[in-house]
Every structure is written in structure tokens, then in C-alpha cells.
């Protein structure tokens, strides 16, 4: 059983930076591929950003490549987004997901995910 726990969300002005945490309690985080989802009012929870379990793999949607990072702390059982240059239409509730044997790493099919934390970005 893995519980996971986002946090790190809030309000900033477009062009701004944040950094999404995620931490996991629970045993062997670092056997977990982790991915980030969002989902906005009105939409579908969407494919943000993943990485391996060892990190060695990353990827993106398209809409955040080159301005948002995924990385990943084993030590510390934590997943991390950073974000920088956000735009309006990066406002959603931003979840963070693991999974043991995932192979397409952007599929919403993840085994365990966090509540969520708000991300709102002004204009």
C-alpha cells in the first residue's frame, strides 16, 4: 500500500515558478514509476509529466515540455514538479501518481494517487 501525499500548490501570476512535491509513505517508493496528472474545472485528468522508477526515463505532454521538470528523491520517497513559466491554462488540480509495473508511463492507469493540490495561475 502506498499513500501519496501532493503539496506545494497555490496561486501565482503567469510567467511565475512553482514546485509541486509529492511524498510517499508506504514500503519500496523506489520500485514505484511516478507521474503527474492535472486535471482542469470541466475537463479530463490529462497526462502532465512521469518518471522511472530509477529516473533514468522522463517524460512529457507536449503543453509543458521545456518549462516544467519532473525529478524524483528515493532517499527521501518523494517526486517532485518543478514549473516554471506558467500560463493560465496551467490552472488544475494537479495529482501526483505511482505505479509498480506501468509500461506506458502516460496512461491514466496508475495504481495509487494523492488528493491533489490547486494550482491557479493569474493573468
Known amino acids: 500500500q502506498v499513500q501519496l501525499v501532493e503539496s506545494g500548490g497555490g496561486l501565482v501570476q503567469a510567467g511565475g515558478s512553482l514546485r509541486l512535491s509529492c511524498v510517499a509513505s508506504g514500503r519500496s517508493f523506489s520500485m514505484y514509476h511516478m507521474g503527474w496528472f492535472r486535471q482542469a474545472p470541466g475537463k479530463e485528468r490529462v497526462f502532465v509529466a512521469a518518471?522511472?522508477?530509477?529516473?533514468?526515463?522522463?517524460y512529457y505532454a507536449d503543453s509543458v515540455k521545456g518549462r516544467f521538470t519532473i525529478s524524483r528523491d528515493n532517499a527521501k520517497n518523494a517526486a517532485y514538479l518543478q514549473m516554471n513559466s506558467l500560463k493560465p491554462e496551467d490552472t488544475a488540480v494537479y495529482y501526483c501518481?505511482?505505479?509498480?509495473?506501468?509500461?506506458?508511463?502516460?496512461?491514466?492507469?496508475?495504481?495509487?494517487w494523492g488528493q491533489g493540490t490547486q494550482v491557479t495561475v493569474s493573468s
Open positions: 501518481a505511482a505505479d509498480a509495473t506501468l509500461v506506458v508511463l502516460s496512461r491514466p492507469d496508475y495504481h495509487y
Open positions: 518518471i522511472s522508477w530509477r529516473g533514468s526515463s522522463t
